[in-house]
């Protein structure tokens, strides 16, 4: 045993002391080794407890500058990224895919705008969309489309300003115009139209999945772009008819409300990745059941 350090007083002056501090402690050598090897196990230990003792309540939101840029466009880009030599109808699936993406970001953006939202929805409308738009730039001349880079800046500057109702409308029009030209450039066929439909349910899926850490929905950037996608879908599918048109409605309603139930999800996901990878296969099949 160890004998505990006497404390022993230092005269300073008449009437005044102060206590002399202890001697260091020094265990033995035996002690001291048992100590420096437990040390790593102690600091993982205080590391997982602290990883573990608050748990996240809210999806996570940038703060500051990187409020306003977005690092799941550039994924989508990654994702284009070998198409862009493509040919023949690969190609035109590649270029409607990226329209797509951009017009599903422009969707959610002016929703959340209008719903009250601003400070999510602006960010949707800036860098995600400059990142679509220079892959899709260089493919614009060949299919005799009119650039549109401009409309979509001056959209970005005015919800940049704080824009909403009339005015945000006055921007959002001229880009979706312009979009929709685009579109128009590429020859569809029902199950044409149906394929990239599908295409988008699996970027919709894709953004959902990516959303979510450890069951709880995370990232508010990744959720709403994969509503917005599904919103871009939906308009897309209205313009059908027929059984496996109603049948692709029918999943994409479906989709929307287990997995969107408000603009603001909430802190659990509503409905499980699988289950909407599932809708998402559902509608790749009933486009296969449509031959060109």
Known sequence: MFQRSKITRIVIGPGQFHPAPPPPFHPPPAKRRTVLMLLPALMAGGAALGRHAVPETAPSLPEGPEATACDCAPRRVQHLQGKETLTGRAA????LEALGLLEGHLMIGRALVEGGEGRLGQPLFGHPVRELYAWLEPHLAGRR???FGAALTRLDQVAREGASGAALTAAYLPAQSALAAARASVAMDEAFRLAHIATMVEAVAAEYGGSIDRGRIVNLLEYHE?????????????????????????ELMAIRDTAYPGLLPPSSPPVSITALRRRADSVRALAAQVVS
């Open 92 to 95: 035109d699936a590649a270029f």
């Open 145 to 147: 489309v009119a650039p």
């Open 226 to 250: 994969s509503a917005g996608f599904l919103r871009y879908a939906m308009a897309q599918a209205a313009q059908g008819q027929g059984r496996v048109w109603r049948s692709v409605q029918a």
